[in-house]
C-alpha cells in the first residue's frame, strides 16, 4: 500500500524512527517499550495497543540514506508473525510513504485498514 500526504519527508521519517512517536500517528498504538531513542537494527521493543495485548517486535534494518529511506521489522503476537517493510519518499507535494507486509493471510488482511488509518496520519 501506498500513501501521500504533505507532511514533510523528513518529518514522517522522525515519527517513524522514534518508536515513543508512534502514538502520535498510529491510534492502535498506545505506548511503546523501546530501549533506544532511534531505531536501529537486531533491537526489540513491545507495542501496546487498546485491547492490552502485547505485540513484541525486532528490528530488521534501518537505511536512513538515499532518496527512498525504509526500515524493517517483524512483529509478532499469538504466534502470528508478520514482516513489515516501510518505505519513506520526498515528493513535489509532501511525502509518499508505502507499505508492504508478508505473514499469515488472515492477519494481513485483518491489519490493512488500520495500517492504511495510521500511514494517512502520519504523512497528513
Not at 66 to 93: F, I, M, N
Not at 103 to 122: D, N, Q, T
Request: aromatic content about 10%; overall charge positive.
Amino acid at each position: 500500500m501506498s500513501v501521500s500526504g504533505p507532511r514533510t519527508a523528513d518529518d514522517v521519517w522522525d515519527r517513524y524512527v522514534r518508536p515513543r512517536r508512534w502514538p502520535e500517528w498510529s491510534p492502535q498504538i498506545r505506548s511503546v517499550d523501546y530501549p533506544r531513542d532511534r531505531l536501529a537494527p537486531g533491537t526489540c521493543g513491545v507495542v501496546h495497543g487498546p485491547v492490552g495485548i502485547p505485540i513484541h517486535f525486532q528490528v530488521i534494518d534501518v537505511s536512513d540514506s538515499g532518496p527512498v529511506r525504509a526500515w524493517s521489522w517483524t512483529a509478532s503476537v499469538a504466534g502470528v508473525k508478520l514482516t513489515l517493510w516501510h518505505t519513506v519518499e520526498a515528493t513535489a507535494t509532501g511525502t509518499r510513504t508505502g507499505l508492504t507486509i508478508d505473514g499469515f493471510a488472515p492477519a494481513v488482511a485483518a491489519y490493512l485498514p488500520a495500517a492504511w488509518w495510521a500511514l494517512r496520519r502520519l504523512v497528513h
